[in-house]
């Protein structure tokens, strides 16, 4: 599995605590891929929610679905470990599971879901749609995502983004086995930046 924008090697590994972290002063900052695609579609607990209503906080955003009995629980796990290890930066940070099977993925799913995966629903942000909206989602952040015949199941791209303050899409994470400390370490970069480069 790569890190799209810093093409390293990801492994499932114990992170340091988030103040451990910081970035060497003389490191290179994160790429800016590009404007993140937006995106407004409704949260577990109903209410329409946007890209930009995130703007002022860097934004991880990431795909799942609640169906799912194997991967998409141990992403979800992993990325509620991260934020409740964001100590004094947890208000900077914000995180948007979108996902990708609508049909099945209501509001009170999605809240039961994020219920039992101990999340914390004021920072992380389960979001679903109408078909088309997911679809068009899907496409602008290139996530492939494919019903399996006869299981229920849906095949999907597992595609973690970091979205800084301003809206810029950073950095990449592909698969669920990636980091967590780059990851927490990626995120104390954004959430360092105080304003455009």
Same mark, same amino acid.
């Given at each position: 599995?790569?890190?799209?924008?810093?093409?390293?090697?990801?492994?499932?590994?114990m992170?340091?605590?988030?103040?451990?972290?910081?970035?060497?002063?003389? !490191?290179?900052?994160?790429?800016?891929?590009?404007?993140?695609?937006?995106?407004t579609?409704?949260? *577990?607990?109903?209410?329409?929610?946007?890209?930009?209503?995130?703007r002022?906080?860097?934004?991880v955003?990431?795909f799942?679905?609640?169906?799912?009995?194997?991967?998409?629980?141990?992403?979800?796990?992993?990325?509620?470990?991260?934020?409740?290890?964001?100590?004094?930066?947890?208000?900077?940070v914000?995180?948007?599971?979108?996902?990708?099977?609508?049909?099945?993925?209501?509001?009170?799913?999605? *809240?039961?879901?994020?219920?039992?995966?101990?999340?914390?629903?004021?920072?992380?942000?389960?979001?679903?749609?109408?078909? *088309?909206?997911i679809?068009?989602?899907?496409?602008?952040?290139?996530?492939?995502?494919?019903?399996?015949?006869g299981?229920?199941?849906?095949?999907?791209?597992?595609?973690?983004?970091?979205?800084?303050?301003?809206?810029?899409?950073?950095?990449?994470?592909?698969?669920?086995?990636?980091?967590?400390? !780059?990851?927490?370490r990626?995120?104390?970069?954004?959430?360092? !930046?105080?304003?455009?480069?």
């Amino acid at each position: 599995m790569r890190k799209r924008a810093l093409t390293v090697l990801a492994c499932a590994a114990m992170a340091a605590p988030v103040g451990a972290l910081a970035r060497p002063a003389d !490191e290179a900052a994160l790429p800016h891929i590009g404007p993140a695609p937006g995106f407004t579609l409704v949260s *577990q607990s109903g209410r329409r929610v946007s890209l930009h209503d995130l703007r002022g906080r860097v934004t991880v955003v990431t795909f799942m679905f609640a169906g799912c009995s194997d991967t998409c629980p141990l992403l979800t796990s992993k990325l509620v470990g991260i934020q409740r290890r964001l100590g004094a930066r947890v208000d900077d940070v914000r995180f948007a599971a979108i996902t990708v099977d609508p049909l099945n993925d209501t509001p009170a799913v999605l *809240q039961a879901y994020g219920r039992a995966h101990g999340i914390d629903p004021a920072r992380f942000t389960f979001l679903t749609g109408s078909m *088309q909206e997911i679809d068009a989602v899907t496409r602008a952040y290139a996530v492939f995502r494919k019903p399996v015949p006869g299981g229920g199941a849906i095949d999907h791209t597992f595609l973690t983004s970091l979205v800084d303050r301003q809206g810029v899409l950073r950095v990449q994470y592909i698969g669920v086995r990636f980091d967590p400390q !780059e990851f927490l370490r990626d995120i104390t970069t954004l959430v360092n !930046e105080r304003g455009p480069p």
